[in-house]
């Protein structure tokens, strides 16, 4: 009896420890998650920093760090891809780089894709089975259909459900700017889905491509307005830099492919960073991460709301 109480006591001790508690990804009010991707001074991802070097401020207060981890964390992705008139002939190019993406997850990461055109659609469930992934690509593309960029990203902040302790991630890809019809009962902007990326922890990244349709009406436009015409909205690149996402445009050497590729590898090298908040206010914090060394630049969300 009295071994079997000691090997009792033993087993209890070694599950209270923190090693034995203190889980990879944990969500909750308990902590501020931080995902942060770090580039060296030549541009490539930095993998091998560790905790001592990093310092994050919330409110410009530096916080002590309870959790860090730079080991692949699962991701739950959603692909957004535009279908507007103007991708119409970009639809094989969009077709292959979406199966390079499905074939570079991870093995627990997770996704659905959708599309924003004449209609918003998302497929119904997430998963990583490549030949699923591949039948929900788009197979046409309406020569008149618009480009709703705010409201698709809106509607996939939506699918992911209420679930709030999983990694949720949405990555865009769009060549035009943002244009809604004006009938919609619920409109969206740029600054309610920064917004609501950052109240609901939601990660966005956007790839950008040139359109191949010049935009008509353009005989009162001065020459730097018809030269941006066929760039992608502005804004896709502002909203991937408040949520801590990277923003890729494609031209020169960087094709389609290529960015999908540098998307995935960015989320499966990001560095998971989390602290206590110093206030439950349910306010919005500021939240910046540096890295002590030199030659490093970390990119990570700019703010989130505090618990009450």
């Known amino acids: 009896m009295a071994r079997w109480i000691a090997f009792a006591t033993a087993a ?69 891809l535009d279908v507007s008139g103007s991708m119409e002939g970009n639809l094989p190019i969009l077709r292959d780089a979406s199966d390079e993406l499905f074939a570079r997850l991870g093995h627990d990461d997770l996704v659905r894709v959708g599309t924003f055109g004449h209609k918003v659609v998302i497929s119904e469930a997430f998963t990583r089975d490549r030949r699923e992934l591949r039948a929900t690509l788009p197979t046409e593309i309406a020569p008149d259909a618009p480009t709703p960029l705010w409201r698709g990203i809106d509607a996939a902040m939506s699918a992911f459900g209420e679930e709030r302790d999983v990694r949720r991630v949405v990555l865009v890809l769009s060549d035009g700017k943002d244009a809604d019809s004006p009938f919609q009962k619920r409109p969206a902007s740029q600054g309610g889905v920064i917004d609501r990326a950052r109240d609901e922890d939601v990660m966005i990244y956007g790839v950008g491509m040139r359109s191949r349709q010049r935009p008509t009406g353009m005989g009162g436009m001065d020459m730097r307005s018809i030269m941006l015409a066929d760039l992608p909205d502005p804004g896709l690149a502002k909203v991937a830099e408040e949520t801590g996402g990277g923003y890729f445009e494609i031209r020169g050497d960087l094709d389609l492919g290529t960015a999908f590729a540098r998307v995935l590898d960015e989320l499966h090298s990001q560095y998971l960073l989390g602290y206590a908040p110093p206030k439950r206010d349910g306010k919005a914090h500021s939240i910046e991460v540096h890295v002590t060394e030199k030659g490093f630049k970390p990119r990570a969300r700019k703010s989130y709301i505090a618990p009450k």
């Open 12 to 80: 209890a001790l070694l599950a209270a420890s923190p090693a034995a508690q203190q889980p990879t990804f944990r969500g909750g009010s308990d902590v501020v998650r931080v995902f942060a991707t770090v580039l060296d001074k030549d541009g490539r991802l930095a993998t091998r920093l560790t905790k001592d070097q990093f310092e994050v401020k919330d409110d410009g207060k530096p916080q002590t760090l309870t959790q860090f981890d730079n080991s692949p964390q699962p991701i739950k992705l959603i692909v957004m």
